[in-house]
C-alpha cells in the first residue's frame, strides 16, 4: 500500500475509535486548566477564607484543629496559600473505626487555623464539593486507576503518531499549501466542512503535539524515562532514593522545619510529611522554577531539624529539564495565565474536529450509500424489457 492512503486509513480508524475519548479528554483538560478558579467558585465555603490582618496561624495548630475535628486524619501533604482570601489545603489519610482508611483533603483558615471543612479524594459524586476533582479524574484516568492511566497514555500516544501521518493528508501537492491554513466552499458543503476540520488541525498542530507528548509521558512517566535515560542521565527526587526507617517518636514542629529551609515565608509553596524516611520535604520558590509548582525542595530531618539535602526539579541534565517541563506545558502553567488560555483554546478545537471528523466520515459514507444504490439501480432501468407503451399506459 502507498504511504499516502495507509495514512488516511490510519487517521479515519483512529477518528472513529479515539475521537470520542479524545473529545472527552480534550474538554476535561479545557475545565481543570482552571482547577482552582472553578473550585473556588463551586466551593466557597471549603476554599475561601476571610482576610484577617494579624499573624497567620501555626501550621502546627492548623494540623491540630484538623484531627481534633476530623478524627483519623493524618496530613501526608500540606499545601500553603500566598493568597490572604485562600484557605490552606491539606491532603492525607483518614482512619476510620473499623480500621480502613480514605484519602481526604482538610482545608483551614490561614489567619485563624480554623477547620474550615474536608472532601473524600477521588469520591465518584455530582456533588458541588466533588466536580473538581471528577473532572480531574476523568481527564488523568477516566476514573479507573491504572488502568485509566494506561489507556489515556495510549490515546495520547496514538494521537501523538496522527498529528505526523495527518500532514501529509493536510498539504496533498506543496504548491497548494496555502490552501491547508483557508476554508473555503459554500456554507454547509462537505468542502466546507473538511477545509474548517483541515484548518483547525493545521493551524493547532504545534501546541496539540505538544499536548500529545505530555500526555504520553505523564501517563506513562517511568517507561518514558527509560527511553530518556538512552541520551540524557535522570535523577529521582531524593526521598524516592533513600532507605526507609520507623518513624520518630518525637519529630520536630513543622513550624520549625519551615524555619530551618527558608526564612521568607512569601516563598513557601508546601509541606510534604515523609515520615516512612524521617524527613519533612519543604518546597519553595527557585529561579529555576518553570511553572507555579515551586520546585526546589528542601529536605529537613524529623528529628534533629537539621537540613540534609536540596534538590530542584530542574536538576542538573537535559533529561532532568525535559522532565520539569512536561506538567509545565501540558497545564499551560508554564506561560502563565497566556499558557493556560492557549490550553484551554486547544481543548476546545480540539473537540471540534473530533466533531467535525465523526461528521465527515458520516456524510462521506452516506454520500457514498448513495453512489453505491445509484449505480445499482441504473443497470436494472436499462435492462428492463420494452414493452412498446409508454410511461402514461
Not at 228 to 241: A, E, F, G, K, M
Request: include cysteine.
Amino acid at each position: 500500500m502507498r504511504p499516502r492512503p495507509a495514512f488516511r486509513l490510519w487517521h479515519r480508524w483512529f477518528g472513529i475509535l479515539g475521537g470520542a475519548w479524545l473529545f472527552l479528554l480534550a474538554i476535561t483538560g479545557s475545565a481543570i486548566a482552571w482547577y482552582d478558579e472553578i473550585d473556588g467558585l463551586l466551593n466557597p465555603d471549603l476554599r475561601i477564607a476571610e482576610i484577617s490582618r494579624g499573624s497567620p496561624a501555626s501550621i502546627d495548630d492548623l494540623v491540630a484543629n484538623a484531627r481534633v475535628a476530623l478524627p483519623g486524619f493524618e496530613p501526608s501533604n500540606i499545601l500553603i496559600s500566598r493568597e490572604p482570601d485562600r484557605n490552606h489545603w491539606l491532603l492525607g489519610r483518614q482512619t476510620l473505626a473499623d480500621g480502613s482508611s480514605r484519602p481526604v483533603q482538610v482545608f483551614a483558615d490561614p489567619g485563624t487555623g480554623a477547620f474550615a471543612g474536608w472532601r473524600e479524594s477521588g469520591k465518584v459524586s455530582l456533588h458541588r464539593h466533588q466536580i473538581p476533582d471528577l473532572l480531574y479524574g476523568l481527564h488523568t484516568d477516566l476514573l479507573m486507576g491504572e488502568a485509566g492511566m494506561i489507556f489515556v497514555g495510549l490515546v495520547s500516544l496514538a494521537w501523538l503518531i496522527d498529528h505526523f501521518l495527518s500532514l501529509p493528508l493536510a498539504f496533498p501537492r506543496l504548491k497548494t499549501w496555502l490552501s491547508a491554513w483557508c476554508v473555503g466552499g459554500h456554507a454547509g458543503s462537505l468542502r466546507q466542512l473538511w477545509d474548517r476540520h483541515r484548518a483547525g488541525g493545521v493551524w493547532l498542530w504545534p501546541v496539540s503535539a505538544v499536548l500529545a507528548l505530555t500526555g504520553v509521558t505523564l501517563s506513562f512517566p517511568m517507561e518514558s524515562r527509560e527511553i530518556v535515560q538512552i541520551v540524557s542521565p535522570i535523577s529521582d527526587r531524593l526521598h524516592y532514593t533513600l532507605e526507609q526507617r520507623a518513624p520518630p517518636t518525637n519529630p520536630i514542629p513543622l513550624e520549625a522545619a519551615i524555619a530551618a529551609a527558608t526564612d521568607d515565608r512569601r516563598l513557601l509553596h508546601s509541606l510534604r510529611l515523609l515520615p516512612e524516611v524521617g524527613l519533612y520535604a519543604v518546597r519553595t520558590f527557585d529561579e529555576r522554577d518553570v511553572d507555579n509548582q515551586d520546585r526546589l525542595w528542601t529536605y529537613v530531618d524529623m528529628q534533629t531539624g537539621r537540613v540534609t539535602a536540596e534538590r530542584h526539579d530542574a536538576g542538573t541534565s537535559d533529561g532532568d529539564a525535559f522532565f520539569v517541563w512536561q506538567y509545565a506545558l501540558h497545564s499551560g502553567h508554564a506561560f502563565g495565565l497566556v499558557g493556560r488560555l492557549i490550553v484551554t483554546l486547544a481543548g476546545i478545537v480540539t473537540a471540534y474536529l473530533c466533531f467535525t471528523g465523526y461528521r465527515l466520515w458520516w456524510r462521506r459514507r452516506r454520500k457514498k450509500s448513495g453512489r453505491k444504490r445509484r449505480e445499482i439501480s441504473t443497470p436494472l432501468r436499462e435492462q428492463a424489457p420494452d414493452t412498446g407503451k409508454s410511461g402514461r399506459d
